[in-house]
């Protein structure tokens, strides 16, 4: 399909440059970024990828810097069957020491389920509005932080860290406007519990600048900044003002998806998830130090795309294209 | 299912928080963004645009160009849109005039506000209007000099603010200086462009420091494209730091002559939407612009480059 996409010459600098900003503390010297295009991304997708591909794509990610890398979703087969091939995924790619490969479990079967497949750490999806929560996984917020805490014992004697997920934290496709306050209870129940990082998701991606602002000040009065992340999605293209809002006030793990992958379920023809490479490339002008090669990145998701065959939805991607 | 657009309101204050209490956005769209569309659009289109625009709030949309159509044939109708658009009061509606001849063309086909393009890079001034940064000045200067004696206002751009496609990295000093030239001429405000979206906040605090040594804040305009999708990031930052005028186009108009198939030009609707969600007043309908877009996009057969629109005229299926 596409030939390989080069930088130009000017962006050359892309490598972190020494930036007053950085310098002067408005911004964290480094940032952790989750990517989570293998599992958010491929499962928000169209077309069914085939296991081959996925572990490649892990594979390739894993070359790229990436520190953390969701690989998959241990739920069953009949709500996500594109993650019906998580235990062969999990077993099958290439584990890079000092690489970590998050995985879904909804609940306790599905960890148990993920542990056995090798996994060394899991994450749990809560969400701030009850409406959504009943539509996504059939039950109350309060049921759902059941279900969690019994995730949270089996892996707190397994030694399994988890990550937490609060979903429509800026607004929900059902209830319109969720209250900071909202979002700030359950991320505490979740943190309290024991998850290590609460990842904080604009879910069908109507946040702004504005409102993650409010948002994030009303968190960060009951869960640590060092243990907060954001999840923003560009469905309105908002992504990366979000996503510079946060960093502003002290977050430092960020989640992306290669190429952009994933649309939102809630806007047809929409897109959903943050391109990886747009955000490598905007904290590399930040002088913001992430380790990640963009180069590998957007091969990579070149190779997904063509995979999949759609075109990236990474701008950055689509700038550097010799066609 | 709820509808998001201009209703998930920050409920701060903007001045509290620093960021300005009013933006204008300067629409261009139809000079700007018709400019860089591979299809020629008929002139009762542009107009039927413009006119539409005229309606949502926009305080300045950029009309066209008078420039020979020897360069830029899609600008080859530049008297009979100037005569043909309705003006509405209180909306400007400035042109891009070159050189002299151009501005005396655009006076006396009815302009009342003119726009000079200066650029902070000698080979993209070379390689764009065949002359120097120095030669061009000197071309802007007797175009102001004759704008001050009619009384009409002269905005004046500097291209490459953020990086060239043939120089790479801009020294921001480089930037300031030619900023400085066109402000002392008379422009009565400067719009810096980063043209081929290589920016960042990065980049653009640094570049925006440099230029307010020279120039007050309030004469001073971004005008971001997000080749590389850091115009919104990028804008903010400038509006963080005082800026309040902004260039945009509805629909996202215009892609970049310098990577094939990439964007240009940020959409207006995505600008609006945030600048909404920080509360700061614009005076612009954002449904009346979307409805602009999808106008010019169904004419140019093409799809909306604006995020906003893509998600609010989808049939949203929630199971």
């Not at chain 1, 077309?47 to 810097?65: A, D, F, H, R, Y």
């Not at chain 1, 969720?178 to 604009?202: H, N, P, R």
């Not at chain 2, 003119?114 to 030669?135: H, L, T």
Request: charged content about 20%; some cysteine; hydrophobic content about 40%.
């Amino acid at each position: 399909m596409a030939a390989r996409r080069l930088l130009p010459r000017w962006a050359g600098s892309l490598r972190p440059v020494s930036s007053g900003a950085a310098a002067s503390g408005a911004y964290p010297k480094r940032v952790k970024v989750v990517e989570v295009g293998p599992r958010d991304g491929l499962q928000n997708e169209k077309n069914l990828v085939p296991t081959p591909v996925k572990i490649n794509l892990i594979n390739m990610l894993s070359e790229t810097g990436l520190q953390v890398i969701e690989a998959t979703s241990f739920v069953s087969p009949k709500w996500v069957p594109q993650m019906a091939d998580h235990t062969e995924v999990l077993q099958g790619i290439k584990k890079s020491p000092g690489i970590s490969y998050p995985v879904l479990t909804p609940n306790l079967r599905g960890f148990q389920a993920a542990v056995a497949a090798g996994a060394k750490e899991v994450s749990i999806f809560g969400a701030a509005s009850e409406l959504f929560t009943q539509k996504n996984i059939n039950c109350s917020i309060e049921e759902s932080l059941e279900r969690f805490e019994e995730v949270m014992r089996a892996a707190k004697e397994a030694s399994i860290p988890v990550r937490g997920y609060v979903s429509c934290v800026l607004g929900c496709p059902y209830e319109g406007k969720i209250s900071a306050a909202k979002v700030a209870e359950v991320s505490k129940k979740m943190y309290s519990m024991g998850c290590y990082e609460i990842s904080l998701g604009d879910t069908i991606g109507v946040g702004t600048p504005g409102s993650m602002r409010e948002m994030l000040a009303v968190v960060m009065k009951e869960v640590p900044v060092g243990a907060l992340a954001v999840h923003c999605h560009d469905t309105y293209g908002q992504a990366l003002a979000n996503i510079l809002v946060a960093l502003q006030m002290g977050v430092s793990v960020v989640d992306a998806s290669v190429a952009g992958l994933g649309g939102c379920p809630y806007a047809q023809g929409a897109s959903g998830n943050v391109a990886t490479e747009d955000l490598v490339y905007m904290l590399n002008g930040l002088g913001i130090h992430t380790g990640v090669d963009l180069q590998k990145l957007m091969d990579t998701g070149t190779f997904i795309c063509n995979a999949l065959n759609r075109k990236t939805n990474s701008k950055v991607s689509q700038a550097c294209c010799r066609l | 299912e709820y509808s998001f657009t201009g209703q998930v309101r920050f409920q701060g204050e903007p001045q509290a928080s620093g960021l300005p209490e009013y933006i204008k956005i300067v629409e261009v769209g139809p000079r700007d963004g018709l400019q860089n569309e591979k299809v020629i659009v008929p002139t009762d289109i542009k107009i039927e645009l413009i006119n539409q625009l005229s309606k949502t709030g926009l305080p300045a949309i950029e009309v066209t160009s008078f420039v020979s159509s020897k360069w830029v044939p899609q600008m080859a109708d530049h008297k009979e849109v100037m005569r043909g658009i309705e003006r509405h009061p209180g909306v400007q509606y400035p042109v891009l005039t070159p050189n002299l001849q151009g501005f005396h063309s655009a006076i006396a086909a009815g302009a009342t506000e003119v726009s000079v393009f200066g650029a902070a890079s000698e080979s993209f001034s070379k390689m764009n209007i065949n002359c120097s940064i120095e030669e061009s000045i000197e071309r802007f200067e007797e175009v102001t000099k004759s704008a001050r004696n009619m009384n009409i206002p002269v905005r004046g751009y500097v291209s490459c603010a953020l990086g060239c496609p043939y120089e790479g990295n801009i020294v921001p000093d480089k930037v300031a200086e030619v900023s400085k030239r066109l402000y002392s001429m008379g422009c009565y405000e400067i719009s810096l462009g980063d043209t081929i979206g290589v920016g960042t906040p990065g980049s653009m605090k640094k570049m925006l420091e440099a230029v307010m040594k020279e120039i007050p804040l309030s004469a001073l305009a971004v005008h971001c494209h997000d080749t590389y999708g850091q115009a919104l990031a990028n804008i903010l930052t400038a509006v963080q730091m005082g800026v309040a005028v902004v260039d945009s186009s509805v629909a996202g108009l215009g892609g970049c002559p310098y990577a094939k198939g990439a964007t240009g030009n940020v959409a207006t609707e995505d600008v609006i939407y945030m600048l909404n969600g920080l509360g700061i007043n614009t005076g612009v309908n954002l449904c009346a612009v979307m409805e602009a877009g999808n106008f010019i996009c169904t004419a140019l057969n093409k799809k909306t480059n604006s995020k906003v629109a893509q998600a609010s005229f989808s049939t949203a299926t929630i199971n």
